[in-house]
């Protein structure tokens, strides 16, 4: 009998702690997709511009102090210890993660004709060049014959003709490298590669113990008036390209969420440091006040996410996506299982902007291939976003010029934004995105003009809103990273990328 009144007494209690889950008709995914509904809604709400840009303000007075915020500076020492700072403070697990890396800086680039007709020309030294004497070397042009690799072989360049002089190569064919260090071994003392398209000219001759002579870039229209010149007679320049280059150590910063299952976790990502040019507050303290802004209010309004959330900072990304290689290489055989998305978001404020988000299913065709399976849903996700806010937008190149390059060559799926850096504006671009037409989306990429005077607030905001409204979905709900995307026609994008001179991407040949 007492069995049988413990039982009753305990069938009522049963029936009770039942009833919560019996009246919630949702599933469990169910309840992550509302969740996860709700919790992007308010962060996209939330999520300021006019916040993020004290960030940026922060950045510019970094900037102002110190020069710039290059990695292995001053400058970027301050900002990942500001970035630190306000990510403890809104209560994430934080990071650093050291790694060594080739510092260089750039002490001297200049070109003058000295004969027959004296004028001055723009030059970029080449990353890793031999320096010149202080006030440089003085020669005679020697153009190597143009053809499809033009420099790039032995018998390209005739006996005894190089000796003692700059050699004159048009680019295409074979590294920078090889050319510089044929060029060497035909007897030049120097050599000024021209590009082979509209653009500036720069790029890196790679490792260091292959080079041989001091080299730098010059733009096509001069490399072709040199050229012309040469046929009538000798032509004389002065050339100084010099650059410090030793080993330095900087940081990534890494915040990921004290809660969420860990088997799965969304990383976002932006590079915090800027060329030596100048404060970088489009590239990249845009993508990084974004994320600082979107960080703290995830830390506001959910303390208990499903999933974990992990924001990146990464070093040394102008010198060639340093930071997020070592962070890549770091990362154990489960950690990489662990990671189901990585978005990128680098350049989300370009004055002259276009929306464009990585084309994860290759649907525009043009460049690279889709990602890793899982990125033509992050494209669509985003997406669905801003159509639902009738907000215009391309697709652009998964070209690997930024940080998410690493993460998608182990197969990490990944996504992102950008609004624009070197290329200029189409007609029809400006008819859809607003600005300028044959004006670049970023006139002032990598230059002393990237500052809070030259950043366009509504397409900060509307990354923002991008990037708030990820970080709220996948928070909870990951499932649409696995569910189909219907094939679509090309989108209309072009490659927001492109060009020559870009730390996103080591440019080689």
């Known amino acids: 009998m007492a069995t049988l009144a413990a039982a009753a007494l305990a069938t009522p209690l049963l029936l009770a702690s ?26 996209v709400k939330k999520s300021s511009a006019d916040d993020a840009f004290d960030h940026l303000e922060k950045f510019q007075q970094i900037s102002d102090t110190t020069g710039n915020r290059a990695a292995g500076t001053l400058g970027y020492d301050a900002s990942a210890a500001y970035v630190f700072k306000e990510l403890k403070k809104y209560g994430y697990n934080v990071s650093y993660q050291p790694f060594t890396f080739p510092y260089i800086e750039t002490q001297a680039e200049s070109l003058a004709v000295v004969s027959p007709a004296p004028r001055t020309v723009g ?13 440089g070397i003085t020669a005679d042009l020697a153009a190597v014959p143009a053809d499809a690799t033009t420099g790039c072989e032995p018998a390209d360049y005739a006996s005894g003709t190089y000796t003692g002089k700059i050699a004159l190569i048009k680019r295409g064919g074979c590294t920078f490298a090889q050319k510089q260090a044929t060029a060497a071994d035909a007897g030049a003392i120097g050599a000024l590669i ?3 398209i509209e653009g500036s000219m720069g790029g890196t001759l790679g490792d260091p113990a292959g080079v041989k002579i001091p080299t730098g870039g010059i733009v096509l229209a001069e490399g072709e008036k040199f050229a012309a010149e040469l046929v009538n007679g000798p032509v004389r320049v002065t050339m100084d390209v010099r650059q410090l280059q030793e080993t330095r150590t900087t940081r990534n910063i890494i915040a990921e969420t004290k809660h969420g299952n860990a088997a799965n976790t969304v990383v976002l990502g932006a590079h915090l440091d800027s060329v030596s040019e100048g404060a970088g507050i489009n590239d990249n303290g845009s993508g990084s006040a974004g994320l600082l802004e979107v960080a703290e209010q995830l830390a506001k309004a959910e303390k208990r996410p499903t999933n974990k959330i992990r924001f990146a900072w990464w070093g040394a990304e102008e010198n060639g996506l340093l930071g997020s290689e070592a962070y890549v290489a770091s990362l154990t055989s489960l950690g990489k299982k662990e990671i189901k998305a990585y978005l990128n978001f680098d350049m989300i404020a370009s004055p002259n902007y276009g929306i464009f988000l990585y084309d994860g299913d290759d649907s525009d065709g043009v460049g690279a291939g889709p990602g890793p399976e899982g990125s033509a849903q992050i494209e669509r996700d985003m997406q669905k976003f801003l ?42 671009q400006a ?9 670049a989306y970023d006139p002032n990429y990598h230059g002393a003009g990237d500052n809070l005077d030259n950043v366009s607030m509504k397409a900060f905001g509307i990354n923002i809103g991008i990037i708030a409204n990820a970080v709220g979905t996948y928070a909870h709900d990951i499932s649409s990273l696995s569910k189909p995307v219907t094939p679509a026609g090309p989108n209309g994008g072009q490659s927001g990328s492109g060009g020559l001179r870009d730390g996103h991407a080591v440019v080689t040949e």
């Open 123 to 135: 030059v970029v030294a080449m990353d890793y060049t031999k320096s010149t004497p202080a006030g």
């Open 387 to 428: 159509d639902g806010r009738g907000t215009p937008h391309e697709g652009t190149d998964f070209s690997g010029r930024s940080d998410y390059g690493p993460f998608i060559e182990i197969g990490i799926p990944a996504g992102g934004t950008f609004t624009g850096a070197e290329v200029k504006k189409t007609e029809a």
């Open 431 to 439: 008819a859809k995105f607003g600005g300028t037409a044959g004006v």
């Open 194 to 196: 021209y590009n082979n």
């Open 18 to 43: 039942a009833s919560p889950a019996t009246a919630d008709r949702h599933t469990p995914g169910q309840r992550d997709a509302s969740n996860a509904a709700k919790l992007a809604a308010k962060l």
